[in-house]
């Protein structure tokens, strides 16, 4: 290899590495290892922010998502909801509507949905709706303000996660039955 | 050597002038205190403009953040301290709380807002520009020009004994969502 290949390559690598966010690499980092027997797709990471993989620029870029998140069935359980609405209407009053899986995730991708923020949601099964009381200003991940933890590490700046019910589901109290992973957040009661 | 001397006294004795000089403000007299209706902070919080602030800008993912230069403060996005165990969606807004807006908006831009205060475009000012999008801002149009949040904080930035802020508006703005 020549002297001048080597100094090209070392440019190139240096412009690479530049090109990095470090902010993003540290949101990504802090979410940690996937869950054992929950494999990448539909249904890992319930409760998380997606939106710090699925964007431009994140490991998962090859699936950009505009939003995304996780229902919970009630506020002191992470149980996830099956086939709640997650209905959305952005800036510009187009509107979107995505469906939970059973472990209450939701996604929009890019080329179904490109919402003009602030958006307004609601969320909907059956005859049970809860809208969420402010517009959501810039965030496409739900879990962003919603935090996973029971209690808030920081209660003056963050809300707990979204559930539907003011209890278990009705029906389902520990979430769809035939889900291929188990609808249980991990660690939750 | 006597020569020497003089001329340093008198580099010395205008030294100290430049000095005292520099150190010098303006006299009292010609400090000019000028006294602005705009914007008062009385109608800030009785005429529902905090309100529409909270509404439209001070979501958690937005002005509610407590990176935020201008934060907003609200019963439903970030919270002061308090001993009330007031958390995100729970209570009022409180006056401590609606105060703390008064002081982001007002401090955002000291200068321009003095100006305002003395009768200047009001436009000029971010806290406009920004979610009329005038200038590019993040958190996309929070108000469309000639809605009622545009009236409300016009009404606002430009009140006095005449023309007081349009609280009509500022209530239909703060219906935000709607509900």
Redesign the interface.
Known sequence: MTSRSIIALAIAGTSFLSCADPVLSDKVDAQGNETSGVDKGEFHRAGQPCVTCHQEGGPASDAPFTVAGTVFAQPMRQIGVEGAEVRMTD?DGTKHTAKTNCVGNFFVKSDEWQP???I?VEVAKNNVRR?????????ASCA??HSTDLEPSD?????GHIYLFATDEPGSPEGATDCKVDPKRPGTP | MVRQALSLAIVSTLGLVASVTACEGPDKGELERKVSTRASPGSFRTAGVTTVFERRCGSLDCHGGIERNLRIYSSNGLRLPNDAGLRPGAGETTLDEITANYQSILTLEPEATNDVLDGADPYKLLVLKKPLELEKHKGGPAIRKGDDAERCLISWLKEDLINPVDKDACARAAIFPKE
Request: aromatic share 4%; charged share 20%; with cysteine.
């Open positions: 800036a003009k923020f602030p307004l809208s969420m009381r402010s517009a959501i200003g810039r965030e962003g303000c209660p003056l700046s963050q809300v």
